[in-house]
Every structure is written in C-alpha cells, then in structure tokens.
C-alpha cells in the first residue's frame, strides 16, 4: 500500500502514484534518471517531459521529482492526471438525505455514478465532493451511468465497511419502476430467475441457459399509461450487472429507450435526449449501526424528460 499522498485532491479526484520497481542492490540500476524510468513507464502520447518541468511528479515529501533526480528503486512518485473535456451532463443532482454518515443523491440519466473512463467530471461523486466537501465520499452499490434514481454514498471510508455489507448480505430492499411495453397474454406477477453472466469488454450481458440461478426478478405491472406501454414494479433479489433490462427483454417487453438491449445503439456521448425509461424508486434496510429503519424514495417518476 501506498503511504499518504503529498497532494491534495482535484476535481474531487485523489492523486495517482506509481512506483519503481525493486531491484538487487548489488546490480546497476536498469534506469540512469527518474526521468527516463518515467518515459519508459507512461504511454507516448503523455507528455512526461513537460510534467517534469512543471513539477507536476512529486515524491512522499511533496518534492518535484527532477528529470535528472537518479533513479531510486521502490520510490513512489504521486501526479494529477490531466482531464479530457467532457460535455455536461443535464439535470439536478438531488440530495434527499444527508447525515453524518450517508448521503443519498437521486441522480438524473447519463451521469455516470464513479469517475470511469470517459465520465470523470461528470460522476455522482467528483461532483458531490467538491459541493459537500467530503474527499472521500464514494457509493455503496453500483447504478447504470443511464439509470435514474437513487444512489446511496457513504460520506467517509469508516462507514463504508459496515453499510457496504448490509447491500453484500441482500438486506437492502430495492424497488425500481420501468416504462415497457404492454402484453396482453404475459401473466403478471411473475418472478424470472436465471443465470446471468456479463464478460469484460462486451456492452451486453447474456442469459447462460441451463446454469445455475444467480438472477432473481419479481415483475409487476402497476399501472397502464396509454400508447400500448405500462409502468412495472420491479424487485430484484440479486443485483446482476444489467439485471432487470435482460429480466424485461427476456419477457418481450424491453423497456423504452434502452440503448443496449435488445440492440446495442450508437449513440453519441453528448446526446442526452432520450432516457432510458428505468428509476431505481425506493430503498430500505435496517441501519447496521444503529438498528434504526432508513426508507429512501426518489422524487421522479416515469416517464423520464429529457432535462434541461
């Protein structure tokens, strides 16, 4: 592990670090300056020398790492990434519960919950540290960059542990609402149980027939809109990436506006007009730290608006 970082967090993002490698004392260093180790560390497209002569790489001190420093085995070198641009992603970020310990935020589509990839500024928790001033604010269960709705964050790493293992344990009671097709020969309630396995790399995840269930939906239809589509209550009892858009999909109902299923779109990062029509609604558990009951509910509601 890393020791304590010399730099402060920007943008609501915690310096980066790498590390030289260990070697044998008795053998000549592979790398005659920090500077060239660090030209043969980072891609060519990273402008390493310019970051050298801006001081932008320090040591545990706080130091500037030099171009000419002489290369140090097992030496922590700390640096800011540079940021590419990112469009703005719409909408009000709400907070409808903040205390000590957890912040719950009902965000809108399209804004991505973590800092990845693509979407670093425009993340649930870059922006929330720097509005509450809470550096180490991060969320205690996954929600879909195009999923709207309820996002519980934990304010410092002390209580992660403990409400991250009530989600671990299923006794977090999760509701969701989605906008879908209405079919007259589907028997409602139903509970769709199969085996869903999601690979690295690919957009979709897929139903693996005959493997054991690791997949658990209960389908409800709630009420009828007009245009053929009706709102569903839907509650998971396991939480498979894209569980209950493969859950929909696989009854002939694929809900309004999914961009993957049943066909993966190209759809531009900046076009923000069309949500897909599905709001994580309602959260509920027993506090683990202190036995009290916490219900959450989103103050949107189907069918999602494009925000402005």
């Not at 050298?52 to 097992?74: C, E, M, Q, S, T």
Request: proline fraction near 11%; glycine fraction near 6%.
């Amino acid at each position: 592990m890393p020791p304590r970082s010399p730099l402060p967090a920007r943008h609501g993002l915690a310096a980066a670090w790498v590390r030289t490698p260990d070697r044998d004392p008795a053998q000549p260093a592979p790398w005659p300056t920090m500077g060239a180790w660090l030209r043969q560390r980072f891609p060519e497209h990273v402008d390493v020398a310019a970051m050298l002569a801006d001081g932008r790489f320090v040591d545990d001190d706080g130091r500037a790492v030099r171009d000419h420093d002489p290369y140090r085995p097992h030496r922590f070198v700390w640096f800011h990434r540079d940021l590419r641009d990112e469009p703005d992603v719409p909408g009000e970020l709400h907070v409808v519960h903040r205390d000590e310990r957890l912040v719950v935020v009902d965000k809108p589509p399209f804004l991505s919950s973590i800092p990845r990839g693509r979407h670093v500024r425009q993340s649930v928790v870059v922006r929330l540290r720097a509005a509450l001033d809470l550096p180490e604010l991060s969320p205690l269960h996954r929600l879909d960059r195009v999923t709207s709705g309820l996002l519980m964050l934990a304010t410092e790493r002390r209580w992660r542990g403990p409400y991250q293992s009530v989600f671990e344990r299923r006794e977090v009671s999760k509701t969701y609402w989605a906008l879908a097709p209405l079919r007259d020969d589907l028997a409602l309630p139903v509970v769709v149980r199969n085996h869903i396995r999601k690979e690295r790399g690919d957009w979709q995840a897929r139903v693996v027939p005959d493997a054991p269930v690791n997949a658990e939906t209960l389908v409800e239809l709630e009420s009828s809109v007009g245009d053929g589509l009706g709102v569903y209550r839907l509650t998971p009892r396991t939480g498979r990436t894209h569980q209950l858009r493969l859950h929909l999909l696989g009854l002939g109902i694929p809900i309004v506006d999914d961009p993957l299923y049943p066909v993966v779109c190209d759809v531009a990062v900046d076009d923000f007009a069309h949500p897909l029509q599905l709001l994580a609604g309602e959260l509920s558990f027993t506090d683990p730290l202190d036995g009290t009951p916490r219900h959450f509910r989103s103050t949107r509601h189907l069918p999602l608006r494009a925000e402005p």
